[in-house]
């Protein structure tokens, strides 16, 4: 565990020895360091503290490496954990802190091999990012020559800085190699900085609060449970649904409406998370027709595993396709469920979270044009730390919870609340969801459209062809969708670095 603690003035390797004949001599502290270097004050009070020495010839070397080895002690150090024990006999001297590095998740796997070997800019970046519990959605870039969200969130933090050139523009050099006076200044600025102040705690990591995103209305008071153990909402317009996919078997959907469930949201297809295949939903039809023929408000789901935008879009060209019979009949949102499945052998395993918010946004903005309302379904994680909400405003958000009230830091127009719900013609465990919009008919009677207002017009259907069933690759035991539970939840893997050119 990381502990945040007064940091103690420790000695960090970022030289073999000190000269303290060289130190005592009139002038700059270091000669090849003048007073007037952008990095001497960083550098200077470091030396003071103890932190960082020169070498006996009365040199810094700033421009110097620092290895893999050095930049692990120098990263961990500035954010206060303890020294290790010292390394084992015919050990690295830097491998106690590999193990430090991958149990604070300064990465996910490590060459030992390449320890003397000298780390890029982007490599330090993303350990130091790590470090402090950042995640990679951040705003925009300032650079030229990065879109890193580590590199950006490390910038909007003041920690790295990248090269201002003669044209204005600003370069980060993501493949050089990080120099000591640099490395100096990460760690003085972690150190003697705030990075996290304003920052949001979400399990393991800190978060920056979108203020683009509306906040949560909601709160604890308004939640409480009925005779059937469902959750009611006291502070408005609520009403109680279900999703289900194929896994449910054969619904009862009369008795399902008998039961007070007033919308289902119903599983189309998805893509499969080891394969990347497109599946179909083998009970889709049944159940959107036996739900419709029982007079329940009706919305879809595609259990998205899309890594690119070209595969998003495919995805939901084959999801429109399915939904076109029923057009009429949809009420109710039609969803992209993104969410992570398998773990390291997921194929989406390590994606790039601002990818992740690409692929969602192209998904959803082929179901606007289709005429349908596009909604985004999240759990805390995904949505805290895999998406960037606030690129994903122009949709509905489906927030998935299971506790007896929400804890969102935003708003959202349908709660997930449960996966262990109990309605009559299910024969099994099912999720229970309250909707706070009135997309149909609903619980309460909603006013005709008056004089002045207008109906919405729906475009026209996107016309795409169906997708074969692969019966070699069935969809997941169960969708995250009715088992939230069992998504596996992991950082992304950084692999083994080969040694710098």
């Not at 800190?206 to 409480?224: C, N, R």
């Not at 084959?318 to 039609?334: G, M, N, Q, S």
């Not at 008056?450 to 997708?467: K, R």
Request: proline share 7%.
């Amino acid at each position: 565990m990381k502990k945040r603690i007064a940091i103690l003035l420790l000695a960090v390797l970022l030289a073999a020895s000190s000269s303290t004949a060289a130190l005592a001599a009139p002038g700059p502290l270091f000669s090849d360091l003048p007073e007037d270097h952008w990095s001497h004050q960083y550098v200077a009070d470091l030396h003071r503290q103890g932190v960082v020495k020169g070498y006996p010839d009365g040199t810094f070397q700033p421009l110097g490496n620092v290895t893999w080895g050095e930049a692990f002690k120098l990263i961990l150090l500035s954010i206060g954990v303890d020294e290790p024990g010292p390394a084992q006999p015919g050990q690295h001297w830097a491998m106690p802190y590999v193990e430090l590095a991958l149990d604070n998740r300064l990465m996910y796997s490590f060459d030992p091999s390449y320890l003397g070997q000298v780390p890029t800019r982007l490599s330090v970046a993303r350990m130091t990012a790590r470090a402090l519990d950042f995640t990679d959605i951040s705003g925009p870039t300032p650079y030229d020559d990065c879109e890193d969200g580590y590199v950006v969130e490390l910038f909007e933090k003041g920690i790295m800085d990248g090269f201002l050139n003669e044209d204005g523009s600003r370069s980060f050099r993501p493949d050089k190699p990080i120099s000591r006076e640099e490395m100096a200044t990460i760690v003085w600025r972690v150190r003697n900085g705030e990075p996290t102040k304003g920052m949001i705690r979400f399990n393991n990591y800190y978060i920056d609060k979108l203020e683009d995103v509306p906040a949560s209305p909601f709160t604890g008071g308004q939640f409480s449970r009925d005779d059937s153990n469902r959750l009611v909402y006291s502070g408005g317009y609520f009403a109680q649904g279900i999703d289900v996919s194929g896994h449910k078997g054969i619904i009862d959907w009369e008795a399902v409406a008998a039961d007070g469930i007033d919308f289902a949201i119903i599983r189309a297809g998805n893509r499969a998370w080891g394969t990347g295949v497109l599946m179909e939903d083998s009970k889709f039809v049944g159940n959107m027709e036996g739900a419709i023929a029982a007079g329940l408000d009706v919305g879809a789901y595609y259990f998205s595993n899309a890594i690119t935008v070209a595969e998003a879009e495919e995805e939901a060209e084959a999801f429109l396709a399915r939904l076109e019979p029923y057009k009429e009949h949809i009420t109710y949102p039609v969803v992209c469920d993104w969410e992570y499945l398998g773990g390291n052998d997921s194929r989406a395993y390590g994606v790039d979270g601002r990818i992740i918010t690409q692929c969602i946004d192209a998904f959803c903005k082929k179901v606007a044009e289709a005429g349908y309302t596009p909604m985004i379904y999240f759990n805390e994680y995904c949505g805290y730390i895999k998406m960037d909400l606030s690129k994903l405003t122009d949709y509905q958000f489906w927030f998935a919870q299971y506790s007896d009230a929400p804890s969102c830091f935003y708003d959202f127009q349908f709660w997930q609340y449960s996966s262990k719900g109990k309605v009559a013609g299910i024969g099994s465990d099912v999720d229970m969801n309250l909707c706070f919009v009135p997309y149909g008919k609903g619980l309460v009677d909603i006013p005709e459209p008056g004089p002045e207002e207008t109906e919405p017009v729906e475009s026209d259907p996107v016309e795409t062809a169906p997708v074969e069933t692969d019966p070699a690759d069935p969809a997941p035991e169960d969708s995250g969708m009715e088992t939230l539970d069992t998504v596996i939840i992991d950082a992304p893997p950084v692999p083994a670095l080969p040694p710098a050119r």
